[in-house]
C-alpha cells in the first residue's frame, strides 16, 4: 500500500516563499510518475508540477514557471515543491499524486493521494 505524506505548508505573505515536502512509502518508486496538485475553495483540482521519478524528468504548469521548483531525493523517498514569489492566488491546499500511467495533467491518472497540506498567501 502506498501512502503520501505531506508537510510544510502553511501561512505567507506575498512574495514569500515556503517549501512543501510529501514522504512517500509502501513501493519502489523507481517507475513511478510524482505530482503536485492544488485545489482552491470552489475551484477544480489544478495541476502544479510533476516528477518522472527515475530520470528526474519534469514538468511544470504556465502559472508557476519560474517560481516553483520540483525535485525529489531517492534516499528519501521524498518529493519537494520549492515556493518563491507567491501570490495570493496560490492559495489552495496542495496534493501530492503518484501514479504509473504517465507524467500526466489529469488528476484522474494518478492512484495515490496524499491527504493535502494549506498554503495560505496574504496579499
Known amino acids: 500500500q502506498v501512502q503520501l505524506v505531506e508537510s510544510g505548508g502553511g501561512l505567507v505573505q506575498a512574495g514569500g516563499s515556503l517549501r512543501l515536502s510529501c514522504a512517500a512509502s509502501?513501493?519502489?518508486?523507481?517507475?513511478?510518475?510524482m505530482a503536485w496538485f492544488r485545489q482552491a475553495p470552489g475551484k477544480e483540482r489544478e495541476f502544479v508540477a510533476g516528477?518522472?521519478?527515475?530520470?528526474?524528468?519534469?514538468y511544470s504548469a504556465e502559472s508557476v514557471k519560474g517560481r516553483f521548483t520540483i525535485s525529489r531525493d531517492n534516499a528519501k523517498n521524498t518529493m519537494y515543491l520549492q515556493m518563491n514569489s507567491l501570490k495570493p492566488e496560490d492559495t489552495a491546499v496542495y496534493y501530492c499524486?503518484?501514479?504509473?500511467?504517465?507524467?500526466?495533467?489529469?488528476?484522474?491518472?494518478?492512484?495515490?493521494w496524499g491527504q493535502g497540506t494549506q498554503v495560505t498567501v496574504s496579499s
Open positions: 516528477i518522472r521519478w527515475l530520470v528526474g524528468t519534469t
Open positions: 509502501g513501493r519502489t518508486f523507481s517507475n513511478y510518475d
Open positions: 499524486a503518484a501514479g504509473t500511467r504517465g507524467l500526466a495533467t489529469a488528476h484522474r491518472m494518478y492512484d495515490y
